[in-house]
Protein backbone atom coordinates (compact mmCIF):
# COMPACT_ATOMS: atom_id res chain seq x y z
CA UNK A 1 0.00 0.00 0.00
CA UNK A 2 3.07 2.45 0.75
CA UNK A 3 4.47 1.36 -2.79
CA UNK A 4 0.92 2.60 -4.25
CA UNK A 5 0.61 5.88 -2.14
CA UNK A 6 4.08 6.52 -3.57
CA UNK A 7 3.05 6.16 -7.01
CA UNK A 8 -0.20 8.11 -6.39
CA UNK A 9 1.79 10.74 -5.35
CA UNK A 10 4.27 10.91 -8.37
CA UNK A 11 1.21 11.24 -10.14
CA UNK A 12 -0.42 13.56 -8.90
CA UNK A 13 2.77 16.00 -8.70
CA UNK A 14 3.31 15.49 -12.38
CA UNK A 15 -0.28 16.08 -13.19
CA UNK A 16 -0.29 19.64 -11.13
CA UNK A 17 3.13 20.39 -12.73
CA UNK A 18 1.67 19.96 -16.29
CA UNK A 19 -1.59 21.61 -15.87
CA UNK A 20 -1.31 23.96 -12.72
CA UNK A 21 -4.72 25.03 -11.44
CA UNK A 22 -3.91 28.02 -10.76
CA UNK A 23 -3.47 28.86 -14.79
CA UNK A 24 -5.96 25.94 -15.75
CA UNK A 25 -9.40 25.82 -16.89
CA UNK A 26 -11.44 23.52 -15.05
CA UNK A 27 -12.07 21.40 -17.72
CA UNK A 28 -9.03 21.19 -19.15
CA UNK A 29 -7.62 20.40 -15.96
CA UNK A 30 -10.46 17.29 -15.54
CA UNK A 31 -9.62 15.86 -18.68
CA UNK A 32 -6.32 15.77 -17.85
CA UNK A 33 -6.58 14.09 -14.51
CA UNK A 34 -8.80 11.50 -16.44
CA UNK A 35 -6.44 10.98 -18.85
CA UNK A 36 -4.23 10.46 -15.77
CA UNK A 37 -6.54 7.87 -14.05
CA UNK A 38 -7.11 9.78 -11.28
CA UNK A 39 -10.35 10.27 -11.69
CA UNK A 40 -11.67 6.94 -9.91
CA UNK A 41 -8.31 5.24 -9.47
CA UNK A 42 -10.23 2.04 -8.70
CA UNK A 43 -11.52 1.60 -12.70
CA UNK A 44 -9.73 0.16 -15.10
CA UNK A 45 -6.65 1.78 -17.41
CA UNK A 46 -8.10 3.64 -19.77
CA UNK A 47 -11.20 4.22 -18.58
CA UNK A 48 -10.49 6.99 -15.46
CA UNK A 49 -8.17 4.64 -13.19
CA UNK A 50 -5.45 2.55 -12.72
CA UNK A 51 -6.86 -0.53 -11.43
CA UNK A 52 -6.17 0.21 -7.75
CA UNK A 53 -8.05 -0.23 -4.59
CA UNK A 54 -11.18 1.94 -4.53
CA UNK A 55 -10.26 3.38 -0.75
CA UNK A 56 -7.04 5.04 -2.74
CA UNK A 57 -8.65 7.54 -3.71
CA UNK A 58 -9.53 9.36 -0.89
CA UNK A 59 -5.76 10.39 -0.88
CA UNK A 60 -5.65 11.29 -4.32
CA UNK A 61 -8.86 13.67 -4.03
CA UNK A 62 -6.88 15.38 -0.42
CA UNK A 63 -3.54 15.66 -2.54
CA UNK A 64 -5.63 17.29 -5.28
CA UNK A 65 -7.62 19.08 -3.26
CA UNK A 66 -4.56 20.65 -1.08
CA UNK A 67 -3.16 22.08 -4.23
CA UNK A 68 -6.38 24.09 -5.01
CA UNK A 69 -7.15 21.42 -7.86
CA UNK A 70 -10.87 21.80 -9.12
CA UNK A 71 -13.14 18.36 -8.28
CA UNK A 72 -16.22 17.36 -10.81
CA UNK A 73 -18.89 18.55 -8.72
CA UNK A 74 -20.06 15.32 -7.37
CA UNK A 75 -23.36 16.70 -6.00
CA UNK A 76 -24.36 17.98 -9.67
CA UNK A 77 -24.27 14.71 -10.66
CA UNK A 78 -24.43 12.09 -8.21
CA UNK A 79 -26.73 9.86 -9.33
CA UNK A 80 -24.26 9.67 -12.34
CA UNK A 81 -21.87 9.14 -9.97
CA UNK A 82 -22.64 7.22 -7.84
CA UNK A 83 -25.40 5.43 -9.34
CA UNK A 84 -25.05 4.78 -13.28
CA UNK A 85 -21.58 4.41 -13.37
CA UNK A 86 -20.84 1.74 -11.51
CA UNK A 87 -23.49 -0.45 -13.11
CA UNK A 88 -22.22 0.82 -16.79
CA UNK A 89 -18.96 -0.55 -15.30
CA UNK A 90 -19.81 -3.60 -14.32
CA UNK A 91 -22.23 -4.06 -16.94
CA UNK A 92 -21.71 -2.62 -20.13
CA UNK A 93 -19.67 -3.19 -23.43
CA UNK A 94 -16.60 -1.74 -23.85
CA UNK A 95 -17.97 0.42 -26.30
CA UNK A 96 -20.34 1.19 -23.75
CA UNK A 97 -17.32 2.25 -21.39
CA UNK A 98 -15.87 4.58 -23.56
CA UNK A 99 -19.09 6.86 -24.94
CA UNK A 100 -20.51 7.05 -21.33
CA UNK A 101 -17.74 6.82 -18.73
CA UNK A 102 -15.89 9.79 -19.55
CA UNK A 103 -18.44 12.73 -20.04
CA UNK A 104 -20.28 11.33 -16.89
CA UNK A 105 -17.02 11.57 -14.95
CA UNK A 106 -16.17 14.85 -16.48
CA UNK A 107 -20.14 16.49 -15.21
CA UNK A 108 -20.62 17.08 -19.59
CA UNK A 109 -23.49 15.04 -19.48
CA UNK A 110 -26.07 14.87 -16.43
CA UNK A 111 -27.99 11.37 -15.23
CA UNK A 112 -31.25 10.52 -13.81
CA UNK A 113 -32.89 7.33 -12.90
CA UNK A 114 -36.04 6.03 -14.54
CA UNK A 115 -36.72 3.39 -11.88
CA UNK A 116 -40.14 4.04 -9.73
CA UNK A 117 -43.80 4.46 -11.13
CA UNK A 118 -47.17 5.16 -9.86
CA UNK A 119 -47.93 1.87 -9.80
CA UNK A 120 -44.41 0.08 -8.86
CA UNK A 121 -42.73 2.40 -5.83
CA UNK A 122 -41.31 -0.46 -3.23
CA UNK A 123 -42.54 -3.25 -5.81
CA UNK A 124 -40.07 -1.98 -7.97
CA UNK A 125 -40.44 -5.31 -10.47
CA UNK A 126 -43.90 -4.62 -11.01
CA UNK A 127 -42.97 -1.60 -13.65
CA UNK A 128 -45.38 -1.37 -16.47
CA UNK A 129 -43.08 1.06 -18.91
CA UNK A 130 -42.89 -1.26 -21.71
CA UNK A 131 -39.87 -1.50 -24.07
CA UNK A 132 -40.63 -3.39 -27.41
CA UNK A 133 -38.26 -3.82 -30.35
CA UNK A 134 -38.29 -2.57 -33.41
CA UNK A 135 -37.12 -5.11 -36.03
CA UNK A 136 -36.35 -3.08 -38.88
CA UNK A 137 -34.34 -0.56 -37.25
CA UNK A 138 -32.90 -2.32 -34.33
CA UNK A 139 -34.19 0.78 -31.79
CA UNK A 140 -36.31 -0.10 -28.74
CA UNK A 141 -39.57 1.94 -28.13
CA UNK A 142 -40.07 2.77 -25.15
CA UNK A 143 -44.14 4.32 -23.64
CA UNK A 144 -45.04 4.51 -19.88
CA UNK A 145 -44.34 6.86 -16.64
CA UNK A 146 -41.54 7.46 -14.43
CA UNK A 147 -42.26 9.11 -10.84
CA UNK A 148 -39.92 10.46 -8.49
CA UNK A 149 -36.73 11.18 -10.78
CA UNK A 150 -34.66 13.23 -9.23
CA UNK A 151 -32.71 15.76 -11.40
CA UNK A 152 -34.79 14.81 -14.62
CA UNK A 153 -35.02 18.42 -15.62
CA UNK A 154 -31.35 18.73 -15.91
CA UNK A 155 -30.56 15.45 -17.03
CA UNK A 156 -28.88 14.54 -20.27
CA UNK A 157 -29.15 10.63 -19.97
CA UNK A 158 -31.55 8.08 -17.94
CA UNK A 159 -31.11 4.95 -16.72
CA UNK A 160 -34.30 2.87 -17.09
CA UNK A 161 -35.70 0.19 -16.19
CA UNK A 162 -39.20 -1.51 -18.55
CA UNK A 163 -40.70 -4.27 -19.10
CA UNK A 164 -39.78 -6.70 -22.57
CA UNK A 165 -41.49 -9.35 -21.86
CA UNK A 166 -45.14 -9.24 -19.90
CA UNK A 167 -45.56 -13.31 -20.72
CA UNK A 168 -43.26 -14.40 -17.55
CA UNK A 169 -43.12 -13.49 -14.01
CA UNK A 170 -42.64 -9.73 -13.66
CA UNK A 171 -38.70 -10.37 -12.04
CA UNK A 172 -37.61 -12.08 -15.81
CA UNK A 173 -39.27 -9.87 -17.68
CA UNK A 174 -37.24 -6.50 -16.91
CA UNK A 175 -34.85 -4.91 -18.95
CA UNK A 176 -32.22 -2.00 -18.59
CA UNK A 177 -31.66 0.68 -20.81
CA UNK A 178 -29.65 3.71 -21.37
CA UNK A 179 -31.96 6.43 -22.75
CA UNK A 180 -31.32 9.98 -23.65
CA UNK A 181 -33.77 12.47 -22.01
CA UNK A 182 -33.35 15.18 -24.84
CA UNK A 183 -35.05 12.64 -27.38
CA UNK A 184 -38.88 13.13 -28.90
CA UNK A 185 -41.12 12.00 -26.88
CA UNK A 186 -39.42 12.65 -23.10
CA UNK A 187 -41.45 14.96 -20.92
CA UNK A 188 -40.57 16.09 -17.60
CA UNK A 189 -43.20 17.49 -15.45
CA UNK A 190 -41.82 19.32 -11.24
CA UNK A 191 -43.41 17.56 -8.60
CA UNK A 192 -43.71 20.30 -6.05
CA UNK A 193 -42.74 19.33 -2.51
CA UNK A 194 -44.16 19.74 1.01
CA UNK A 195 -40.28 22.07 0.91
CA UNK A 196 -41.82 24.35 -1.68
CA UNK A 197 -38.67 22.91 -3.71
CA UNK A 198 -39.24 20.85 -6.98
CA UNK A 199 -36.27 18.55 -6.92
CA UNK A 200 -38.37 15.73 -8.01
CA UNK A 201 -40.15 15.27 -11.50
CA UNK A 202 -42.46 12.71 -13.21
CA UNK A 203 -41.42 11.74 -16.72
CA UNK A 204 -43.92 10.38 -19.38
CA UNK A 205 -42.31 8.49 -22.22
CA UNK A 206 -44.16 8.82 -25.52
CA UNK A 207 -42.54 6.06 -27.98
CA UNK A 208 -39.41 7.07 -27.10
CA UNK A 209 -36.71 5.59 -29.11
CA UNK A 210 -33.65 3.95 -27.67
CA UNK A 211 -30.89 2.47 -29.88
CA UNK A 212 -30.14 -1.20 -29.50
CA UNK A 213 -26.74 -0.49 -28.48
CA UNK A 214 -28.25 1.28 -25.27
CA UNK A 215 -29.15 -2.18 -23.89
CA UNK A 216 -27.62 -2.63 -20.50
CA UNK A 217 -26.72 -6.31 -20.33
CA UNK A 218 -29.34 -8.85 -21.97
CA UNK A 219 -32.99 -8.76 -22.28
CA UNK A 220 -33.70 -9.85 -19.26
CA UNK A 221 -31.30 -9.16 -17.48
CA UNK A 222 -32.97 -5.84 -15.79
CA UNK A 223 -33.87 -6.86 -12.50
CA UNK A 224 -30.06 -8.34 -11.68
CA UNK A 225 -28.45 -5.13 -13.05
CA UNK A 226 -31.71 -3.03 -11.49
CA UNK A 227 -29.68 -4.17 -8.07
CA UNK A 228 -26.07 -2.88 -9.13
CA UNK A 229 -27.93 0.08 -8.85
CA UNK A 230 -29.71 0.37 -5.67
CA UNK A 231 -26.61 -1.39 -3.59
CA UNK A 232 -24.89 1.92 -4.93
CA UNK A 233 -27.74 3.87 -4.93
CA UNK A 234 -27.87 3.12 -0.56
CA UNK A 235 -24.67 2.93 0.13
CA UNK A 236 -23.94 6.56 -1.74
CA UNK A 237 -26.58 8.09 0.88
CA UNK A 238 -25.93 6.27 3.83
CA UNK A 239 -22.30 5.94 3.72
CA UNK A 240 -20.59 9.10 2.54
CA UNK A 241 -17.37 9.63 4.47
CA UNK A 242 -17.63 12.50 6.48
CA UNK A 243 -16.07 14.01 9.60
CA UNK A 244 -17.32 13.54 13.46
CA UNK A 245 -19.96 15.55 14.15
CA UNK A 246 -20.81 16.82 10.61
CA UNK A 247 -24.21 17.06 9.02
CA UNK A 248 -27.39 17.01 10.81
CA UNK A 249 -25.90 15.91 14.05
CA UNK A 250 -23.34 18.77 13.60
CA UNK A 251 -26.29 21.06 13.35
CA UNK A 252 -28.15 20.08 16.31
CA UNK A 253 -25.27 19.92 18.42
CA UNK A 254 -24.26 23.58 17.59
CA UNK A 255 -28.00 24.88 18.31
CA UNK A 256 -27.39 23.21 21.36
CA UNK A 257 -24.47 25.24 22.45
CA UNK A 258 -25.74 28.57 20.99
CA UNK A 259 -28.82 28.39 22.78
CA UNK A 260 -28.41 27.48 26.62
CA UNK A 261 -32.10 28.59 27.68
CA UNK A 262 -33.76 25.88 25.54
CA UNK A 263 -31.56 23.15 27.55
CA UNK A 264 -33.40 20.56 29.76
CA UNK A 265 -32.48 17.45 31.09
CA UNK A 266 -34.76 15.04 28.62
CA UNK A 267 -33.71 17.44 25.35
CA UNK A 268 -29.99 16.58 26.70
CA UNK A 269 -30.37 12.54 27.02
CA UNK A 270 -31.71 12.58 23.54
CA UNK A 271 -28.87 14.88 21.83
CA UNK A 272 -26.41 12.17 23.58
CA UNK A 273 -27.96 9.34 22.27
CA UNK A 274 -28.91 10.58 19.46
CA UNK A 275 -24.95 11.54 18.93
CA UNK A 276 -23.36 8.03 19.95
CA UNK A 277 -26.04 7.16 17.10
CA UNK A 278 -24.73 9.07 14.42
CA UNK A 279 -21.11 8.51 15.35
CA UNK A 280 -21.49 4.24 14.87
CA UNK A 281 -23.06 5.11 11.90
CA UNK A 282 -20.72 6.83 10.95
CA UNK A 283 -17.86 4.31 11.69
CA UNK A 284 -20.40 1.79 10.24
CA UNK A 285 -20.36 3.58 7.01
CA UNK A 286 -16.88 3.27 6.97
CA UNK A 287 -16.36 -0.10 7.50
CA UNK A 288 -18.87 -0.31 4.46
CA UNK A 289 -16.63 1.74 2.32
CA UNK A 290 -13.81 -0.69 3.18
CA UNK A 291 -15.34 -3.50 1.75
CA UNK A 292 -15.78 -2.13 -1.03
CA UNK A 293 -12.36 -1.51 -1.57
CA UNK A 294 -12.48 -5.05 -2.53
CA UNK A 295 -15.56 -5.68 -4.46
CA UNK A 296 -19.06 -4.51 -5.44
CA UNK A 297 -21.56 -2.65 -2.81
CA UNK A 298 -24.08 -5.80 -1.12
CA UNK A 299 -27.38 -5.70 0.49
CA UNK A 300 -25.10 -4.30 3.74
CA UNK A 301 -25.48 -0.85 2.34
CA UNK A 302 -29.23 -1.23 3.19
CA UNK A 303 -28.51 -0.60 6.80
CA UNK A 304 -26.48 2.72 6.01
CA UNK A 305 -29.67 3.64 4.29
CA UNK A 306 -31.48 2.80 6.93
CA UNK A 307 -29.91 4.41 9.56
CA UNK A 308 -29.35 7.70 7.59
CA UNK A 309 -32.86 8.10 7.42
CA UNK A 310 -34.12 7.52 10.19
CA UNK A 311 -31.48 9.81 12.15
CA UNK A 312 -31.78 12.54 9.91
CA UNK A 313 -35.88 12.67 10.95
CA UNK A 314 -34.68 12.17 14.77
CA UNK A 315 -32.03 14.67 14.59
CA UNK A 316 -34.13 17.17 12.85
CA UNK A 317 -36.94 17.07 15.02
CA UNK A 318 -34.94 18.24 18.19
CA UNK A 319 -33.56 20.74 16.51
CA UNK A 320 -36.78 22.22 15.56
CA UNK A 321 -38.07 21.40 19.75
CA UNK A 322 -34.76 23.11 20.76
CA UNK A 323 -35.45 26.22 18.80
CA UNK A 324 -39.04 26.55 20.01
CA UNK A 325 -40.93 29.46 17.70
CA UNK A 326 -37.73 30.19 15.88
CA UNK A 327 -37.76 26.62 14.39
CA UNK A 328 -41.15 27.04 12.68
CA UNK A 329 -39.61 29.70 10.48
CA UNK A 330 -39.08 29.23 7.07
CA UNK A 331 -36.63 30.97 5.01
CA UNK A 332 -38.25 30.52 1.13
CA UNK A 333 -41.48 29.11 -0.37
CA UNK A 334 -40.42 30.19 -3.74
CA UNK A 335 -40.75 27.20 -6.02
CA UNK A 336 -37.05 26.23 -7.27
CA UNK A 337 -35.52 23.80 -9.30
CA UNK A 338 -32.53 22.76 -7.41
CA UNK A 339 -29.51 21.17 -8.99
CA UNK A 340 -28.29 19.57 -5.60
CA UNK A 341 -29.81 19.35 -2.14
CA UNK A 342 -28.64 21.20 0.56
CA UNK A 343 -29.31 20.25 3.69
CA UNK A 344 -26.54 22.34 6.05
CA UNK A 345 -27.44 25.48 4.29
CA UNK A 346 -30.70 26.22 5.00
CA UNK A 347 -32.30 26.41 7.99
CA UNK A 348 -34.06 23.90 10.55
CA UNK A 349 -37.14 24.17 9.37
CA UNK A 350 -36.10 23.12 5.83
CA UNK A 351 -33.90 20.31 7.32
CA UNK A 352 -37.28 19.04 8.95
CA UNK A 353 -39.54 18.70 6.24
CA UNK A 354 -36.65 17.69 3.52
CA UNK A 355 -36.02 14.81 5.93
CA UNK A 356 -39.18 13.35 5.94
CA UNK A 357 -38.29 12.16 2.24
CA UNK A 358 -35.46 10.48 3.46
CA UNK A 359 -36.81 7.26 4.14
CA UNK A 360 -38.66 7.08 0.76
CA UNK A 361 -36.31 7.82 -1.39
CA UNK A 362 -33.28 5.26 -2.24
CA UNK A 363 -36.02 2.66 -0.85
CA UNK A 364 -38.57 2.89 1.36
CA UNK A 365 -37.42 1.68 4.93
CA UNK A 366 -39.73 -1.04 5.04
CA UNK A 367 -38.32 -2.72 1.61
CA UNK A 368 -34.63 -1.93 3.14
CA UNK A 369 -35.57 -3.90 6.56
CA UNK A 370 -36.91 -6.83 4.88
CA UNK A 371 -33.84 -7.10 2.25
CA UNK A 372 -31.58 -6.71 5.80
CA UNK A 373 -33.98 -9.35 7.27
CA UNK A 374 -33.75 -11.46 4.17
CA UNK A 375 -30.53 -11.01 2.68
CA UNK A 376 -28.63 -10.11 5.41
CA UNK A 377 -29.97 -11.99 8.44
CA UNK A 378 -30.53 -14.84 6.50
CA UNK A 379 -34.33 -14.92 7.66
CA UNK A 380 -37.30 -16.53 6.43
CA UNK A 381 -38.78 -14.81 3.41
CA UNK A 382 -41.98 -13.16 3.15
CA UNK A 383 -44.93 -15.10 1.76
CA UNK A 384 -44.86 -13.91 -1.94
CA UNK A 385 -47.86 -15.59 -3.96
CA UNK A 386 -46.88 -13.40 -7.24
CA UNK A 387 -43.73 -14.86 -8.03
CA UNK A 388 -44.29 -17.60 -10.78
CA UNK A 389 -47.76 -15.69 -12.51
CA UNK A 390 -46.90 -13.94 -15.44
CA UNK A 391 -46.81 -10.36 -15.17
CA UNK A 392 -49.41 -9.87 -17.81
CA UNK A 393 -52.25 -11.94 -15.28
CA UNK A 394 -51.28 -10.33 -11.64
CA UNK A 395 -54.35 -7.51 -10.88
CA UNK A 396 -52.72 -3.95 -10.93
Known sequence: MSEQRSDLEQRVTALLEAHDPATTGRAAFLRARWDAGLAWVHFPVGLGGLGLPRDLQAYVDDLLAAAGAPDNAPERNGIGLGMAAPTILAHGTPEQHERFLRPLWLGEEIWCQLF????????????????????????????????????????????????????????????????????????????????????????FLTDVRVPGDQLLGSVGEGWPIANTTLNSERVSIGGQAVPREAGMVGKVAETWRTHPGRRTHGAHQRLLDL???????????????????????????????????????????????????????????TPTRPEKVDFTGRDAGYRYLRAKGNSIEGGTSEILRNIIAERVLGLPGEPRVDKDVAWKDLPR
Open 116 to 203: SEPGAGSDLAAVATRAVPDEATGEWVVNGQKVWTSSAHLADFAILVARTDPDVPKHGGLSYFLLGMREPGVEVRPLRQLTGEAEFNEV
Open 275 to 333: WVQAEAARITGSRVRQQLAVGAPGPEGSATKLVFARLAQQLSALEVELLGEEGLRYDDW
